[in-house]
């Protein structure tokens, strides 16, 4: 069993927020998928990195959402990523996964 998290921005590059109904989208998408999903919407995680090309550091608020697979299909996953970078007009979307076991 994997987990997979998604870290979503809250607010596009220009700080408009995304509408709600853009969030529970994704929360359908993966309870028809896979049966469930946890979004951690209650606090927003900040999220900060350096952008190299622009010579700062970057902050963004961020939900994430976390969802439990049997098996990593790790082409289902890519493109998916690809379609949520669009939806939330990133240059980059964060997906991450790793091995589980259940106790």
Known sequence: MHAVQLFLP???NERRPFPPATFARVR???T??????TAHT????????????????VTDDV????VLVETLDRAWWAEY???????????????????????
């Open 28 to 30: 359908d998408t993966l």
């Open 42 to 57: 209650r606090a927003p995680a900040v999220g900060q990195w350096k952008d190299e090309a622009q010579g700062e550091t």
């Open 63 to 66: 939900v994430v959402i976390e």
């Open 32 to 37: 028809g998928r896979f049966g469930g999903v």
């Open 10 to 12: 809250l607010y596009d």
């Open 81 to 103: 990523r690809e379609e949520l970078r669009r939806t939330f007009r990133q240059d980059d979307l964060l997906v991450r996964a790793w091995a589980v076991e259940c106790l």
